[in-house]
């Protein structure tokens, strides 16, 4: 049985693409260690990466080459200056050598060495290889990157997860996952509390969490205090801007958090609380576009999801929510999205748009429902609900890029996971037909009878509609 921690869930990186960008540069860091651990790294004088499947198709728009570049020059996603990557691919252009693991140069002509094939590999939709010359020698190793950050090789099908799991409630399933807050007397929450404290302290675990929402916050604030034109040839304009002054009141503000005490003081009515919440949805995935940093949740594409629930928790719903609130919230959605990774995907490139938008859509919606009161059984009735009119949305990025159909996509998932909420706390679990175990089933069920075209290659529906040289 799988142990995957909120951590997995909410991780922080950089944008775009969760399984194209913080996958594949998760996985050249692994292949550094590979290197390291078969005593050659030092020799090594030139080096190679093959893309395959949905990482070739829409790699470049999702910023695989970035993101394998940085991951071979020893960069950490969770940690680099946003403003240094620019900076180091320029200078991996120009000098056609790249910094190995940050230790020393190396041959590296991203033109020849980043090489896009179009055809799949038979175990996942996101393959890529790492070759690594050196003498008269050469050294290659597989990955593929699954979703959500996490990667793996063929032969290991346990997650990148380096937890060793030591969980006191093990769960696969909801119907598994109510038994134990049944049998304890728990909330979901605290269930997985229970689980947090076996991997670290509660302090570490309060830190954790208060880093994720300071970053979801920051991205929030990012977004919506930045105008101009997205980046990748689309010319897309970024909304939350303008959203954001139209919205906003007179109470001044010159921080993040003092900018929700400052919401909090305008009028809202159900207009406004539409568009509150969309523009946090568009600003967050504004920033994402732009190769910026943000709290994959699951994914990076779904990125808005949470932070506009939560957001619209903290700034319409309870004004004195904080921390608690903030930690329970975060990690109700995080046991959720791990019920959806066990049964079913949070790949795009296995399950469609379903897999992102939809899952973040159910977490959140299940977090909400969690604060606004309701049992753990209407918990999953709230995910359940969000997931149901997801089923069968298909991904099909215009350009290759996360902007068009996606940034919309996580207001309407923002949306909907409010509007499930609801429906939730005021449904009788007794009376309900479908439950979560069988949307997550249907859910998988969908995924493998979509048509390729439409799990995030960008050759089907609006991708192949729409021409990147008409925007
Ligand atoms: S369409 Fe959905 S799944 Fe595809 S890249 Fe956009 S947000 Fe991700």
């Given amino acids: 049985m799988d142990c995957i921690s909120v951590f997995d869930m909410l991780k922080i990186g950089v944008g775009p693409s969760s399984s194209h960008t913080l996958g594949p540069w998760r996985a050249a860091e692994a292949f550094l260690k590979e290197l390291e651990a078969a005593s050659i790294f030092d020799k090594i004088s030139r080096v190679r990466v093959d893309l395959y499947g949905s990482l070739s198709l829409t790699g470049k728009g999702h910023a695989t080459d970035y993101a394998v570049m940085l991951g071979l020059s020893g960069a950490d996603p969770e940690y680099i200056p946003i403003d240094d990557i620019?900076?180091?691919i320029n200078t991996i252009n120009e000098k056609e050598q790249l910094n190995f693991g940050n230790k020393f140069l190396v041959n590296f002509n991203?033109?020849?060495?980043?090489?896009?094939?179009?055809?799949?590999?038979?175990?996942?939709?996101?393959?890529?290889?790492?070759?690594?010359?050196?003498?008269?020698?050469?050294?290659?190793?597989?990955?593929?990157?699954?979703?959500?950050?996490?990667?793996?090789?063929?032969?290991?099908?346990?997650s990148s997860s380096d937890i060793t799991c030591a969980f006191p409630f093990l769960f696969n399933t909801s119907t598994e996952l109510l038994a134990f807050c049944d049998q304890e007397n728990k909330t979901i929450s605290e269930i997985m509390f229970e689980n947090e404290k076996t991997i670290r302290t509660e302090d570490e675990i309060s830190y954790e969490l208060k880093r994720i929402w300071e970053t979801m916050l920051e991205c929030m604030y990012i977004g919506c205090h930045t105008e101009g034109i997205l980046p990748g040839g689309l010319n897309v304009k970024r909304r939350a801007f303008e959203m954001h002054n139209n919205l906003k009141g007179s109470t001044p503000y010159s921080t993040p958090q003092e900018w929700i005490t400052s919401i909090r003081k305008?009028?809202?009515?159900?207009?406004?609380?539409?568009?509150?919440?969309?523009?946090?949805?568009?600003?967050?995935?504004?920033?994402?576009?732009?190769?910026?940093?943000?709290?994959?949740?699951?994914?990076?594409?779904?990125?808005?999801?949470?932070?506009?629930?939560?957001?619209?928790?903290l700034v319409i719903e309870n004004h004195k929510g904080g921390q608690k609130?903030?930690?329970?919230?975060?990690?109700?959605?995080?046991?959720?999205?791990?019920?959806?990774?066990?049964?079913?995907?949070?790949?795009?490139?296995?399950?469609?748009?379903?897999?992102?938008?939809?899952?973040?859509?159910?977490?959140?919606?299940?977090?909400?429902?969690?604060?606004?009161?309701?049992?753990?059984?209407?918990?999953?009735?709230a995910a359940e609900i969000a997931m149901e009119h997801h089923l069968g949305l298909t991904c099909d990025p215009i350009g290759g890029l996360v902007q068009i159909p996606c940034i919309e996509r996580n207001a309407m998932g923002a949306i909907k996971a409010i509007n499930?909420?609801?429906?939730?706390?005021?449904?009788?679990?007794?009376?309900?037909?479908?439950?979560?175990?069988?949307?997550?089933?249907?859910?998988?069920?969908?995924?493998?009878?979509?048509?390729?075209?439409?799990?995030?290659?960008?050759e089907g529906g609006l991708a192949v509609a729409v021409n990147i040289a008409d925007c």
């Avoid at 690594?132 to 996490?150: K, L, Q, R, V």
């Avoid at 990774?341 to 379903?354: E, F, L, V």
Wanted: glycine share 8%.
């Fill in 325 to 381: 609130e903030i930690e329970q919230f975060l990690t109700t959605a995080g046991v959720i999205g791990s019920i959806f990774k066990k049964g079913a995907t949070i790949s795009a490139a296995m399950g469609g748009c379903q897999a992102e938008i939809g899952v973040s859509s159910a977490m959140a919606a299940a977090a909400l429902c969690e604060l606004m009161g309701g049992s753990p059984a209407q918990v999953t009735i």
């Fill in 110 to 158: 991203p033109k020849s060495d980043i090489v896009f094939n179009r055809e799949f590999l038979p175990f996942h939709a996101n393959g890529l290889t790492f070759t690594a010359y050196y003498e008269s020698e050469e050294y290659s190793s597989t990955f593929y990157s699954i979703g959500g950050g996490f990667f793996t090789k063929e032969d290991d099908l346990s």
């Fill in 86 to 88: 620019s900076s180091i």
């Fill in 420 to 458: 499930a909420a609801e429906l939730a706390l005021d449904t009788d679990p007794l009376t309900v037909k479908v439950p979560l175990d069988k949307v997550v089933n249907t859910m998988w069920e969908t995924a493998k009878d979509m048509n390729n075209k439409y799990k995030e290659t960008s």
């Fill in 266 to 313: 305008t009028k809202v009515y159900f207009r406004q609380i539409l568009k509150w919440v969309s523009c946090f949805a568009l600003a967050v995935n504004e920033v994402n576009a732009s190769l910026g940093r943000v709290v994959t949740a699951p994914t990076n594409g779904s990125a808005g999801v949470i932070p506009a629930v939560l957001m619209y928790y």
